[in-house]
């Protein structure tokens, strides 16, 4: 009793003292949690408030570059001859082709001709062995020899026997008999002077001749071969000058074009390399096929070229255009410069608002063709105004701009290179920036 009557107030004890520790760790913890949002309420304070300024900032930016000048390049509307033309593709292919072939057997013999080289009709490209054919024509002529020899004892026969039967002294039968036989002879000697004339062909027919004058390609058998008559193949020979080109219009565009055709006969025609910049030569349209492909809607043409120059080589590919007409007084402007949007093509011309200031408008236009990098307007511009040409992405309208440099017009173009207006486009902006570099030095 005594032991229970001691640890009941020892236990007594232990409850009270430790009773006070629970709320204190509940204190703590609340004001860690206070701290802790009080810390992440300002974090996202902080950070709205940047993004608004960021944004703020952003807006003034804008705000600056919208009222910023915008750099432009621009160039003045001309007036010019320009031709109207088709484009086409084409392949170049030669005026006449021949693939020469050997018409009799045997061995050939050592060529005649360099691969490569210009060769002449007529002229003898390649021997076939001779012999053969030499020694059948002297065997055809021995034949007509022995012919004659016989054809002159019948006939003299003929005679002795029509001079009997006239004396009475033979029978009319024995006279036909010799007279039937001379023409048997004679008959003999015209069959041995065909067979002859074929031998002396056969035999002519040892020495190949250019059938063209051309071009000869590279041989396609080598000497010693054993050659059989239209079989094999010897040699090409193309021929360059004239060449020819093949291309395709559609049949939209035919009637035009036989109109054309019909009315001036002579339709003049550019050949451009692949990429449409250098003008190879200028020919004349020749004629179209007499049908219209029906897989593909196109008809076939033909054009001729003097190809003075060999540039133009068979089988190759080329443009065409075409020209239909050549139009005195064209409204011309960089195809860089034409826009388009939701009313239609139009350009942004360069213009004054009311305090003087350079601004940009845009100005609907009509065109009438665009041929590489010029583009023919029918109505929209008036001749001299200005255009921009580069930094339109940046302009809008009523848009203040400077001028950074004001590009050569077009018109420096001579007419011999208005075919590709491409090339002379990018030759004089080059010029014009090494002037404008020098003039800033």
Not at 12 to 35: G, H, L
Request: glycine fraction near 6%.
């Amino acid at each position: 009793m005594s032991i229970e009557g001691t640890q009941e107030p020892y236990q007594s004890d232990n409850s009270t003292i430790n009773q006070p520790a629970p709320r204190k760790r509940t204190w703590v913890r609340v004001v860690v949690y206070v701290v802790l949002l009080s810390a992440v309420g300002f974090a996202v304070w902080r950070i709205y408030q940047n993004k608004q300024a960021s944004e703020a900032n952003t807006a003034q930016q804008a705000a600056a570059l919208l009222n910023r000048p915008v750099p432009v390049q621009v160039v003045a509307v001309e007036e010019r001859p320009m031709p109207i033309f088709l484009t086409a593709l084409g392949t170049v292919i030669p005026y006449m082709s021949v693939t020469v072939k050997a018409r009799v057997n045997g061995q050939l013999l050592p060529v005649k001709f360099t691969e490569g080289q210009q060769v002449k009709q007529g002229q003898t490209i390649m021997t076939i062995d001779p012999r053969p054919y030499k020694a059948a024509l002297d065997q055809a002529k021995g034949t007509l020899a022995h012919d004659q020899a016989l054809l002159k004892d019948a006939q003299a026969q003929y005679a002795r026997y029509k001079a009997l039967y006239e004396a009475g002294v033979v029978s009319k039968a024995a006279m036909e008999t010799y007279e039937s036989t001379q023409g048997q002879y004679l008959g003999a000697i015209e069959s041995d002077k065909a067979a002859i004339e074929n031998a002396q062909l056969q035999l002519n027919w040892c020495t190949i001749q250019a059938p063209i004058s051309g071009k000869i390609g590279l041989r396609l058998v080598d000497p010693g071969n054993i050659i059989t008559a239209n079989t094999t193949n010897l040699v090409i020979i193309n021929q360059f000058q004239p060449i020819s080109v093949n291309f395709t219009l559609p049949e939209t565009q035919l009637p035009q074009v036989l109109q054309k055709l019909a009315a001036d006969k002579r339709l003049p025609v550019d050949a451009f390399d692949r990429g449409n910049v250098q003008k190879l030569a200028t020919g004349l349209l020749l004629t179209t096929d007499n049908q219209i492909d029906t897989t593909t809607g196109t008809a076939k043409l033909k054009a001729v070229f003097d190809n003075r120059d060999d540039a133009m080589f068979p089988n190759q590919f080329v443009n065409i255009h075409l020209v239909m007409e050549n139009r005195q007084n064209a409204l011309v402007v960089p195809s860089a410069a034409i826009q388009t949007g939701l009313q239609g093509s139009f350009v942004w011309v360069i213009g004054a608002d009311e305090k003087g200031a350079t601004i940009a408008k845009m100005q609907q236009v009509k065109i009438a063709l665009a041929q590489g990098q010029l583009t023919i307007l029918d109505g929209g511009v008036e001749l001299g105004q200005k255009v921009v040409v580069d930094g339109t992405d940046r302009l809008r309208p009523g848009a203040s701009v400077v001028i950074s440099q004001i590009r050569p017009k077009t018109s420096q173009a001579t007419p011999s290179n208005q075919g590709a207006p491409a090339a002379s486009a990018s030759t004089g902006g080059k010029e014009t920036g090494k002037r404008h570099k020098k003039e800033q030095q």
